[in-house]
């Protein structure tokens, strides 16, 4: 077992974290773009967003794939095999002509992207120690969040000096070259043992998480608040695109930087709960997300990046404490309920542009803030729910 602060600990962490950044990069590369593809291909702002949410949607349906299909043939071929077909399909969105085509690829890109997300941390769960895990982790999902911020600045600076065109050719190289140092720093799996495919057995213990209430509700929580998170920086981009801000899709990507407020939220999560359960850190993260999205309603660019900065704060705390917290009660089968998570989680960012549409067509940014606090009390609802569990439970440890 490779033990942390070695040299293979580092190496193996390193390249864990290059093809994280590589494969959100690839994912949000278009956000700042979208004023662009609005204009380009006479698109409304929800068209111009489909091309964000079609990825997302079959990143997230690649999940249930790819995680038993590792237990059965290994972690690192399936995470080579597809961090190439998302490099193959970048290039080829730099080729296409027409938007039907750009969707058509960034579909098939979601199911490639999804590769590495699903079988990460089931590697480091095979390889590293117990205490290497939780060292690697956090440093892992640090580098989601830095991903995602280079994709859309990457997609913003080329986008605006060479054309859209050219941001998925700069994407494209700079992905292939990730992923020859991926597979140059990642040790081959010494003590993987593969599992025999039992599709009912999968079936089973996913219907046995939907049925448990106590994680059905993290999952509606995960859901809920990246459905708008996202696709709050998506309506945005809009508003700072047009007057009196008249963004240039460059410094529309420099916006996306708020999200280093998420980076250190989520290094941090773990002390929260050295002070607050697991459900009032997820309450607090959400307290945040309505602050943050009533500082948006200031007519003022910095109030504007100081709300989604808030904004980014408390959802990658609720974001981390989440995740744990699903890891913690699944009963069984803890990695298929993670999985199971992750598509609650990117499933909510995909039908989070329709569900917002409605909001932004009857009072634009106002009626998208209008929008995004009826979700959120929903999900705060949903915090308290667990707090009132979690109560119950410990009332039931201490009479029992």
Same mark, same amino acid.
């Given at each position: 077992?490779?033990?942390?602060?070695?040299?293979?600990?580092?190496?193996?962490?390193?390249?864990?974290?290059?093809?994280?950044?590589?494969?959100?990069?690839?994912?949000?590369?278009v956000?700042?773009?979208?004023?662009?593809?609005?204009?380009?291909?006479?698109?409304?702002?929800?068209e111009?967003?489909?091309?964000?949410?079609?990825?997302?949607?079959?990143?997230?349906?690649?999940?249930?794939?790819?995680?038993?299909?590792?237990?059965?043939?290994?972690?690192?071929?399936?995470?080579?095999?597809?961090?190439?077909?998302?490099?193959?399909?970048?290039?080829?969105?730099?080729?296409?002509e027409?938007?039907?085509?750009?969707?058509?690829?960034?579909?098939?890109?979601g199911?490639?992207?999804?590769?590495?997300?699903?079988?990460?941390?089931?590697? %480091?769960?095979?390889?590293?120690?117990?205490?290497?895990?939780?060292?690697?982790?956090?440093?892992?999902?640090?580098?989601?969040?830095?991903?995602?911020?280079?994709?859309?600045m990457?997609?913003?600076?080329?986008?605006?000096?060479?054309?859209?065109?050219?941001?998925?050719?700069?994407?494209?190289?700079?992905?292939?070259?990730?992923?020859?140092?991926?597979?140059?720093?990642?040790?081959?799996?010494?003590?993987?043992?593969?599992?025999?495919?039992?599709?009912?057995?999968?079936?089973?213990? %996913?219907?046995?998480?939907?049925?448990?209430?106590?994680?059905?509700?993290?999952?509606?929580?995960?859901?809920?608040?990246? %459905?708008?998170?996202?696709?709050?920086?998506s309506?945005?981009t809009?508003?700072?695109?047009?007057?009196?801000?008249?963004?240039?899709?460059?410094?529309?990507?420099?916006?996306?930087?708020?999200?280093?407020?998420?980076?250190?939220?989520?290094?941090?999560?773990?002390?929260?709960?050295?002070?607050?359960?697991?459900?009032?850190?997820?309450?607090?993260?959400?307290?945040?997300?309505?602050?943050?999205?009533?500082?948006?309603?200031?007519?003022?660019?910095?109030?504007?990046?100081?709300?989604? %900065?808030?904004?980014?704060?408390?959802?990658?705390?609720?974001?981390?404490?989440?995740?744990?917290?699903?890891?913690?009660?699944?009963?069984?089968?803890?990695?298929?309920?993670?999985?199971?998570?992750?598509?609650?989680?990117?499933?909510?960012?995909?039908?989070?542009?329709?569900?917002?549409?409605?909001f932004?067509?009857?009072?634009?940014?106002?009626?998208?803030?209008?929008?995004?606090?009826?979700?959120?009390?929903?999900?705060?609802?949903?915090?308290?729910?667990?707090?009132?569990?979690?109560?119950?439970?410990?009332?039931?440890?201490?009479?029992?």
């Amino acid at each position: 077992m490779i033990e942390a602060n070695t040299r293979a600990f580092r190496a193996a962490t390193l390249a864990l974290c290059l093809g994280s950044a590589m494969i959100f990069a690839n994912l949000h590369v278009v956000q700042s773009l979208l004023p662009t593809f609005a204009q380009q291909f006479q698109l409304t702002e929800l068209e111009a967003s489909w091309s964000l949410t079609i990825t997302i949607l079959t990143l997230g349906l690649s999940l249930l794939v790819y995680g038993p299909l590792s237990d059965a043939i290994g972690r690192k071929p399936i995470m080579v095999v597809t961090m190439a077909g998302a490099v193959l399909t970048t290039l080829a969105l730099s080729q296409v002509e027409s938007y039907t085509s750009l969707l058509v690829l960034r579909g098939l890109q979601g199911l490639f992207l999804g590769g590495l997300p699903a079988i990460a941390i089931a590697y %480091m769960g095979d390889e590293f120690t117990r205490k290497a895990v939780v060292l690697a982790v956090g440093v892992y999902i640090s580098a989601n969040s830095l991903g995602g911020v280079t994709g859309r600045m990457v997609g913003g600076f080329v986008g605006e000096h060479f054309g859209w065109a050219a941001a998925f050719g700069a994407m494209g190289v700079l992905s292939a070259v990730l992923l020859a140092v991926f597979v140059w720093l990642l040790p081959k799996s010494q003590n993987f043992h593969p599992k025999p495919l039992h599709p009912l057995h999968i079936a089973r213990d %996913m219907g046995g998480h939907l049925r448990n209430p106590v994680l059905l509700v993290a999952f509606l929580i995960a859901g809920g608040n990246f %459905m708008i998170f996202l696709n709050q920086y998506s309506y945005i981009t809009f508003v700072l695109a047009a007057a009196p801000y008249h963004l240039s899709p460059h410094a529309l990507g420099l916006l996306f930087l708020t999200y280093l407020s998420g980076t250190l939220a989520a290094a941090l999560s773990g002390r929260v709960t050295q002070y607050f359960s697991a459900p009032v850190g997820m309450g607090l993260g959400i307290v945040l997300l309505m602050g943050g999205t009533l500082l948006t309603l200031i007519p003022h660019l910095y109030a504007i990046v100081w709300g989604f %900065m808030v904004s980014s704060l408390g959802f990658f705390l609720t974001h981390s404490l989440a995740s744990s917290w699903v890891s913690h009660h699944a009963l069984q089968a803890r990695a298929s309920a993670s999985s199971l998570y992750l598509v609650f989680y990117y499933m909510g960012a995909s039908v989070g542009g329709f569900v917002l549409a409605p909001f932004w067509a009857w009072e634009g940014w106002l009626g998208i803030v209008v929008g995004s606090l009826l979700v959120y009390s929903l999900t705060l609802g949903c915090s308290v729910w667990l707090y009132r569990w979690q109560g119950r439970a410990e009332s039931r440890k201490v009479w029992g």
